[in-house]
């Protein structure tokens, strides 16, 4: 703020019974270029300025004489002070009457600027109005750069929140609008060319900008960073910035701040119509820039993390075989499901697994403890090591101590949980070994849905495992065996989610598919983990 601009033109409010004196005083003002509004007495000031607030035209200081009829100045200056949208009003008082130290010092407690005798000469008393607006303006602007600091502070802290690039995008448009009292946008332009983009909230969501603007945003950032080290700041104007990004259809000069992030992968780019900026002042660019470096520096590690999220479900699917390409499996149907969890979550380490060994079916599902491109990895491994043990013996409980024993030698950072389930589907003879896993459920025809009695310690923690459980399938029974990401919810308990799970399952319609499908209708919504589910009956 320039503290030595020139004051010409404020408005004083002139309080004071007597009216010569009143004439004069305003006068004087009027003739060195302020706006006077003059007031007899003490509540008449209290009603004009009611009435002014409502116009937002309050005066810039008040000159009150100490000796009102109704109250003392002092005792208006302290009302002008306990009322919050006229507590920064500047006050100068003065008195014809010689007054007291102890009054002086009332009212300096009553927050007073200055105080004059009158008569006094002109020059004095243009330069103590001078110098009370000046004041005034430099501690409104402390507070105003407070404030704006403070929800600086605030704003970066909600952006390094940020989960995914869209949520950042939000986050930083959303902080450009409150630091900066204007509408806003943020964009990122990641290193396969995506534009991510957040609108203020203050944006009304009609007419948004189409993907043709999407576009020329893309291609202005491409040619604006190329190159680029640092924040820059720059305007684009109205003709080269698509329109509505700020306000339906509206055309706008922006003002942009533009940063690369620190590996270079990706554009940020903060704005705000021009005209807005210009009215926050100068410090308005300093924040927008602190806010563009901020989103930069959030934006790296969810750059990275999609990269890695990209790596781990390339595995997955690699890895885990499609439904349609599940091996033949005579004697038995089995339907398998597959749902990554939403972008905004890490990827997890879910599989299932269907396999032809020489004493039947092997049937697994399983999670890798952990969301990570480890877990994503640690899921192949124990998915081939399970495959090639298989070979030899396929009985569950053994195979469980030899998954537990490659988890301790070779990653013994980790744990899993498993089930796994052995069926013949000539018999229906079935075992069944549960290392830290949901137990799987039998959904029988007749409407019930029971837990197998299966249970065990986790993988990778070198306990005992105890033999499996043996039962028989009727060929009317659904096996249907799943991971926690379907039912686990932060704040529920676990019993009571597989408590509804068992019941959904009970009241579903019969065949696989309808199970599987029903499940997923009911829990698979929004969830923060992968999902893995499968289900069989002897065919």
């Known amino acids: 703020m320039d503290v030595n601009a020139d004051l010409t033109g404020t408005t004083v409010m002139v309080v004071d019974d007597t009216e010569a004196s009143r004439y004069a005083m305003g006068t004087l003002l009027s ?33 009150v004489d100490v000796g009102l009829p109704d109250m003392s100045g002092f005792e208006l200056c302290r009302l002008f ?6 507590a920064q009003l500047p006050v100068v008082h003065f008195s014809a009457a010689s007054v007291a130290p102890v009054n002086c010092c009332e009212g300096l407690d009553a927050g007073f600027e200055a105080y004059l005798k009158v ?42 929140a940020a989960r995914s690039l869209q949520e950042l995008t939000a986050a930083a448009a959303a902080g450009v609008a409150r630091v900066t009292g204007t509408p806003a946008a943020a964009f990122l332009l990641d290193q396969d060319d995506r534009l991510y983009r957040g609108l203020s909230r203050d944006r009304i969501p009609v007419a948004l900008p189409d993907e043709g603007a999407n576009r020329a945003v893309a291609a202005l950032l491409q040619r604006l960073t190329r190159g680029q080290a640092g924040v820059q700041l720059t305007t684009v ?40 900026m210009r009215r926050v002042g100068v410090e308005g660019d300093a924040l927008l820039a602190q806010l563009a470096q901020a989103t930069a520096f959030a934006a790296e590690p969810l750059l990275m993390y999609q990269v890695e999220r990209h790596v781990a479900l390339t595995l997955q ?48 599902v399983g999670d890798v403890v952990g969301h990570s491109l480890d877990a994503a990895t640690v899921m192949v491994e124990i998915r081939h090591a399970l495959r090639a043990y298989a070979v030899e013996d396929s009985d569950p409980a053994v195979l469980a101590e030899r998954l537990d024993r490659l988890l301790q030698r070779y990653h013994p950072d980790l744990t899993a949980t498993v089930c796994l389930a052995l069926i013949d589907p000539a018999t ?8 830290g896993h949901i137990p799987p459920l039998i959904v029988r025809d007749t409407g019930s849905a029971d837990y197998v009695k299966a249970a065990g310690p986790l993988l990778g923690v070198g306990l005992p495992h105890p033999p499996a459980t043996e039962l028989f399938l009727e060929p009317t029974d659904r096996l249907l065996m799943v991971t926690d990401g379907l039912i686990e919810t932060r704040g529920t308990d676990l019993a009571a989610s597989m408590e509804h799970l068992r019941a959904a399952a009970a009241g579903s ?28 009956r002897l065919g």
């Open 509 to 536: 319609l019969p065949g696989l598919d309808a199970l599987c499908d029903t499940l997923l209708a009911s829990f698979g919504h929004d969830r923060e983990d992968d999902i893995a589910m499968l289900a069989l």
């Open 428 to 435: 229906g003879r079935t075992r069944i070994a549960n290392a």
């Open 317 to 364: 699917h690699s890895f885990l075989p499609q439904p349609h390409k599940l091996p033949e499996l005579p004697g038995m149907d089995v339907v398998v499901r597959y749902v990554p969890a939403s972008r905004e979550t890490e990827i997890g380490g879910d599989f299932y697994a269907a396999l032809r060994t020489d004493e039947g079916v092997l049937t697994a």
């Open 119 to 160: 008569p006094a000469d002109a020059l004095e008393i243009e330069a103590v109005v001078r110098a009370a607006v000046r004041n005034a303006q430099v501690r409104a602007g402390d507070r105003a750069l407070v404030r704006r600091l403070t929800q600086l502070s605030e704003t970066i802290v909600t952006i390094q």
């Open 237 to 276: 104007p109205a003709p080269m910035w698509p329109a509505g990004y700020f306000r339906p259809g509206v055309e706008h000069d922006a003002r942009l701040a533009l940063v690369r992030t620190q590996d270079g992968r990706a554009s940020v780019c903060l704005t705000a119509p021009a005209r807005g």
């Open 31 to 63: 003739r060195a270029g302020h706006r006077v509004v003059p007031v007899a007495t003490g509540r008449e000031a209290l009603a004009e300025l009611d009435v002014r607030l409502r116009k937002g035209t309050l005066p810039d200081v008040a000159l």
């Open 81 to 86: 002070k306990e009322r919050p949208h006229t």
